[in-house]
């Protein structure tokens, strides 16, 4: 009986710590943006100055800011809807795409000279999540045949040699270079009888492939640190809200960065891996919110 109360005693202290632990966890936060739909927020190279999509103004368009939030200003104005938005690996050049021509194209803009331009591909259906290769040259990116179709392209950045990477019947999207280029993340739902997303990585030059997630999550948005040691994405649990993990690039050792009520998606990484930028769910709309990975809430 003594054995009995022990055990129970002891049960309801770990369930104690474990609530207090799931209620307390998490990291130092600040919303950077208040006004309409914000999304898929990346920091420039220096990290310096921040890009973002935003439908503020009645249609979705590229917006930068400084890291604190001041300073937000319309990049480029136009009466289509521009999105999507992300950095050269090197210059101030961000890589979008934009539906000008009826469909969704990718587009370049300078942002010393303020000139935009098309990069013009001989291959029909939408291109989307466009990414830089880290060589500056090359890019990543979707092509949607149908919207149960979605495969990986590679191809220059001025439109030339565009090679198919990914291929098969499935919705293959978010494609993410390595910080070596050799390697791309991308969540897929192929192998889960198309109800849940994986994650997946894929050498494209020892055509080597491997699964970094679990069958029975829902994981998705999965991008790299600077450094390519650890991947940031976003996942369902257990039917829960979606909120933000970070793993290894081996897939071990996953750890829960988000503790919300709300939904959760598109992290990405600061230069130095000290914070991310996080979409998250506020309200009705979509807000950009910073994550401090160095201000740990459970040791202030």
Not at 35 to 46: F, H, L, Q
Not at 118 to 135: D, E
Not at 223 to 241: H, L, M
Request: net charge neutral; charged share 25%; hydrophobic share 30%.
């Amino acid at each position: 009986m003594n054995c009995f109360k022990i055990i129970c005693s002891l049960s309801t202290f770990l369930i104690f710590i474990y609530s207090s632990y799931s209620q307390n966890s998490g990291y130092k936060e600040t919303q950077l943006t208040q006004e309409g739909d914000n999304r898929y927020a990346s920091y420039n190279k220096d990290g310096t100055k921040i890009i973002f999509e935003s439908n503020r103004d009645g249609h979705w368009q590229i917006y930068t800011m400084n890291i604190g939030g001041d300073r937000q200003k319309r990049l480029i104005k136009t009466n289509s809807n521009d999105r999507r938005p992300t950095w050269h690996p090197y210059k101030d050049i961000v890589l979008f795409e934009s539906d000008r021509t009826g469909q969704s194209e990718i587009y370049m803009y300078d942002l010393e000279t303020r000139k935009t331009s098309v990069i013009l591909l001989s291959l029909h259906g939408n291109k989307t999540h466009a990414q830089f290769a880290p060589n500056g040259v090359e890019y990543i990116f979707n092509l949607e045949d149908t919207s149960e179709d979605f495969d990986i392209y590679i191809a220059h950045s001025k439109g030339r040699k565009p090679r198919k990477i990914v291929d098969d019947a499935f919705v293959n999207r978010y494609p993410h270079y390595s910080p070596r280029g050799d390697n791309i993340l991308y969540s897929s739902n192929k192998n889960n009888e198309r109800e849940t997303d994986v994650i997946y990585l894929y050498n494209y030059i020892t055509l080597e492939r491997s699964r970094l997630s679990y069958f029975k999550d829902h994981s998705f948005h999965p991008i790299w640190s600077f450094d390519g040691r650890n991947v940031a994405y976003a996942a369902v649990i257990k039917d829960e809200i979606s909120e933000i993990y970070t793993m290894r690039n081996d897939g071990i050792g996953k750890k829960r960065i988000t503790f919300n009520t709300t939904e959760d998606i598109l992290p990405n990484w600061s230069p130095n891996n000290q914070n991310l930028l996080v979409t998250r769910k506020v309200g009705s709309n979509y807000q950009i919110v910073r994550v401090f990975l160095n201000h740990p809430l459970e040791q202030e």
